[in-house]
């Protein structure tokens, strides 16, 4: 594989027939082993056309998908620092632009980008194969959880987040449950949002639990995060925690 150098990441993005759609600007998100190279759409006039506006009048979602959230920055670089990740089958459940997906495919992971808005699928297929050591390890489903689940099983799920709506908090546990496999984890992050305590809460009843208080330091801030490890079983969750190469997510 020829690996693209972040300064023509860009360049190659405006050759996508949906990326070019938007002004682009990119990311570059420093993780163990190196430096992700994170295409997103720049703000501008784009977000109040496109029938966004007329979305948003419908009480429909914003484009919440175009931005780089701490959430998923944490879960990227809690997952570089992994050493076990390549070879490994990675959800990134309701993906966005596939910040923490990406970053799983830059240690070698086979990554599923999981999300109902095509756009957003175009921005993560781009930015999962360009950070990625193979390219064709990298695919995009589009995907309502509302609808269906996915099968798995999966050894790990990145849910960046994805439960800030209690409308969600089902069908995300629908899927991590249908996802799991009997070794595998889900890794649920959030900047303390206090209507993803109940998908947490719900979670628990179900899954073995165990929760990390970390900061992530983006874009000259710093976010103070939970990371919500959850498994089939206690044995499955201790074994996965007692191999991760280093606790802390900053």
């Not at 594989?1 to 002004?23: N, S, Y």
């Not at 629908?174 to 979670?203: K, M, N, S, T």
Request: contains cysteine; charged residues 20%.
């Amino acid at each position: 594989m020829v690996k693209m150098t972040p300064a023509m990441t860009v360049p190659a993005a405006r050759r996508d027939t949906t990326l070019r759609r938007f002004p682009l600007r990119r990311h570059r998100l420093p993780v163990a082993g190196g430096t992700l190279s994170i295409v997103a759409p720049a703000a501008g006039p784009w977000l109040h056309s496109g029938g966004f506006s007329a979305r948003a009048a419908r009480g429909e979602e914003p484009p919440y998908w175009a931005d780089v959230w701490p959430a998923s920055v944490a879960l990227a670089r809690w997952s570089c620092r992994r050493r076990d990740l390549c070879g490994k089958k990675v959800l990134d459940l309701g993906c966005g632009l596939g910040v923490a997906g990406a970053a799983a495919a830059f240690v070698g992971a086979q990554v599923t980008f999981a999300d109902r808005e095509a756009q957003a699928l175009a921005f993560a297929t781009f930015n999962g194969r360009h950070n990625g050591r193979d390219p064709t390890q990298v695919v995009a489903v589009p995907h309502d959880w509302f609808l269906a689940t996915l099968p798995g099983p999966f050894d790990l799920l990145l849910l960046a987040d994805v439960t800030y709506r209690p409308v969600h908090h089902a069908p995300v546990l629908r899927q991590v449950l249908a996802g799991l496999g009997h070794e595998g984890i889900a890794l649920h992050c959030d900047p303390f949002r206090r209507e993803a305590d109940g998908f947490l809460a719900l979670a628990r009843s179900r899954l073995a639990m165990r929760t990390f208080n970390v900061d992530c330091c983006f874009a000259d801030q710093r976010v103070p995060v939970r990371i919500a490890a959850l498994a089939t079983s206690e044995a499955a969750l201790s074994a996965w925690l007692g191999a991760r190469a280093g606790a802390q997510a900053s």
